[in-house]
């Protein structure tokens, strides 16, 4: 992904699993029943969200899980039930569990996609895999094995996506299994904005050749150097200038070459008005105004010195709290864009810089714990590079980079 990290040397390998493993951990153990009959669920898959650490509950329906100490969120779920998210601090012994599933009410829609696959169908099953898997080098090399388990409805102005059981990804990029249980996924066409929500379980493909360990784990590399995941590590750890990042306050302003939306439909009518007439002096003046419309409302205005990490958060033994005003910028300097990213935009509108560059935005203060579990995700908005960065470059929150 980025050009300049290509020819690492072999002497940096991804640790998948160290994280929890290195540490203190407790034991969670627990026991899945049917929330009706309150009969055991044997098979029912059990895991930590975003993390590689996962069970599958036995015959009795119980299950046992060991992680790190920490705040976590353990996902149960089963084909037939609604799923369960449980949140908690599990920084000393835990008690025993006892999840319920619900059962699933089936809707007809979804009996109905099971039924019919339609042209359409597939034309928005491409749509909904380019927003969620990425254009990136490894979107490109990833696939979805089970797209049937996709419930998808496509209105006018916007694709609605959710599954109904674990989405199998194979990401040979990375050289990862996802398991991914989709929420929801929502794309706004008229806006071009997309949103998701789900939770992912990973696992490492079967052992390999040395050559393919070896491209995978420079290729996790360069999926994590500049990502959020090493941002946000970076500023729990109190290093993110070491690491490479720069911060800066930015704000969206209006664009000044842009005319205003009422202007531009004056403009609109007016051309209207002159169209059947053979020759106007006002055409190509009108045509010149009503194509600045393509124009980006907003700008961004970025202050030129580099914020100190107190200025917009909050370190309280690894706990960060994020909280600030309008937008941050932050720019990674040791690496370059890849070249996927820089082919995504349109002739005229591609980057200047050649590193890297992201902005957040929150709509409340964001908490992120030690793990890398954040408290209200739907909080934070994310734009530029770490927009671009979607499911197939995404890592589990359980690995470290190693000498």
Same mark, same amino acid.
């Given at each position: 992904?980025?050009? %300049?990290?290509?020819?690492?040397?072999?002497?940096?390998?991804?640790?998948?699993?160290?994280?929890?493993?290195?540490?203190?951990?407790v034991?969670? *153990?627990?026991?899945?029943? !049917?929330?009706?009959?309150?009969?055991?669920?044997?098979?029912a898959? +059990?895991?930590?969200?975003?993390?590689?650490?996962?069970?599958?509950?036995?015959?009795?329906?119980?299950?046992?899980?060991?992680?790190?100490?920490?705040?976590?969120?353990?996902?149960v779920?089963?084909?037939?039930y609604?799923?369960?998210? =449980? %949140?908690? &601090? /599990? *920084?000393?012994? $835990?008690?025993?569990?006892?999840?319920? @599933?619900?059962?699933?009410?089936?809707?007809l829609?979804?009996?109905?996609?099971k039924?019919?696959?339609?042209?359409?169908?597939?034309?928005n @099953?491409k749509?909904?895999? /380019?927003? /969620?898997l990425?254009?990136?080098?490894?979107?490109?090399?990833?696939?979805?094995?089970?797209?049937?388990v996709?419930?998808? !409805?496509? %209105?006018?102005?916007?694709?609605? +996506?959710?599954?109904? !059981?674990?989405?199998?990804?194979?990401?040979?990029? @990375?050289?990862?299994?996802?398991?991914?249980?989709?929420?929801?996924?929502?794309? &706004?066409?008229?806006?071009?904005?997309?949103?998701?929500?789900?939770? $992912?379980?990973?696992?490492e493909?079967?052992g390999?050749?040395?050559?393919k360990?070896?491209?995978?784990?420079?290729?996790?590399?360069r999926?994590?150097l500049?990502?959020?995941?090493?941002?946000?590590?970076?500023?729990?750890?109190?290093?993110?200038?070491?690491?490479?990042?720069?911060?800066?306050?930015?704000?969206?302003?209006?664009?000044? !070459?842009?005319?205003?939306?009422?202007?531009?439909?004056?403009?609109?009518?007016?051309? #209207?008005?002159? #169209?059947?007439?053979?020759y106007?002096?006002?055409?190509?003046s009108?045509?010149?105004?009503?194509?600045?419309?393509?124009?980006p409302?907003?700008?961004?205005?970025?202050?030129?010195?580099? @914020?100190?990490?107190?200025?917009?958060?909050?370190?309280?033994?690894?706990?960060?709290?994020l &909280?600030?005003?309008?937008?941050? #910028?932050?720019? /990674?300097?040791h690496?370059?864009?890849p070249?996927?990213?820089?082919?995504?935009?349109?002739?005229?509108?591609?980057? +200047?810089?050649?590193?890297?560059?992201?902005?957040?935005?929150?709509?409340?203060?964001? *908490?992120?714990y030690?793990?890398?579990?954040?408290?209200n $995700?739907?909080?934070?908005?994310? =734009?530029?590079?770490?927009?671009? %960065?979607?499911?197939?470059?995404?890592? $589990?929150?359980?690995f470290?980079?190693e000498?």
């Amino acid at each position: 992904m980025f050009k %300049q990290l290509v020819a690492v040397s072999f002497a940096f390998f991804l640790s998948i699993g160290s994280n929890f493993g290195m540490a203190q951990q407790v034991s969670i *153990t627990g026991r899945i029943v !049917d929330g009706t009959t309150n009969e055991p669920l044997p098979f029912a898959s +059990v895991f930590i969200n975003n993390s590689m650490q996962g069970s599958v509950a036995d015959q009795n329906g119980q299950f046992e899980l060991k992680v790190n100490k920490g705040v976590y969120e353990i996902i149960v779920s089963m084909m037939g039930y609604d799923r369960l998210v =449980y %949140q908690a &601090d /599990f *920084t000393s012994n $835990p008690p025993t569990y006892l999840f319920e @599933l619900a059962p699933l009410v089936v809707e007809l829609k979804e009996l109905e996609i099971k039924a019919e696959r339609s042209r359409e169908w597939y034309e928005n @099953l491409k749509t909904f895999q /380019f927003f /969620f898997l990425g254009s990136s080098e490894n979107g490109i090399r990833s696939k979805i094995l089970n797209p049937e388990v996709l419930v998808i !409805d496509r %209105q006018e102005s916007s694709l609605k +996506v959710r599954s109904v !059981d674990f989405l199998e990804i194979e990401n040979h990029g @990375l050289g990862l299994h996802i398991r991914y249980l989709l929420s929801s996924f929502q794309y &706004d066409i008229d806006e071009g904005i997309f949103r998701y929500m789900g939770y $992912p379980s990973y696992m490492e493909f079967d052992g390999g050749k040395r050559h393919k360990l070896n491209r995978w784990a420079k290729a996790r590399k360069r999926a994590y150097l500049g990502s959020w995941m090493h941002f946000k590590r970076a500023l729990r750890d109190g290093i993110v200038s070491e690491e490479g990042f720069e911060v800066r306050r930015m704000e969206l302003i209006p664009n000044p !070459d842009r005319p205003d939306d009422q202007t531009i439909e004056e403009a609109k009518k007016r051309m #209207q008005e002159i #169209q059947e007439l053979p020759y106007s002096l006002f055409k190509d003046s009108l045509n010149a105004l009503i194509e600045k419309e393509k124009l980006p409302k907003t700008i961004e205005k970025v202050e030129e010195d580099l @914020l100190a990490s107190n200025t917009y958060s909050r370190n309280v033994e690894g706990v960060i709290e994020l &909280d600030f005003e309008n937008y941050l #910028q932050i720019t /990674f300097k040791h690496a370059k864009l890849p070249k996927e990213y820089v082919k995504g935009f349109h002739s005229g509108y591609r980057p +200047v810089y050649e590193n890297p560059v992201s902005s957040i935005h929150l709509i409340a203060p964001l *908490t992120i714990y030690p793990s890398g579990q954040e408290s209200n $995700p739907l909080n934070l908005h994310l =734009y530029g590079y770490w927009a671009w %960065q979607k499911m197939a470059d995404s890592l $589990p929150m359980d690995f470290s980079l190693e000498d």
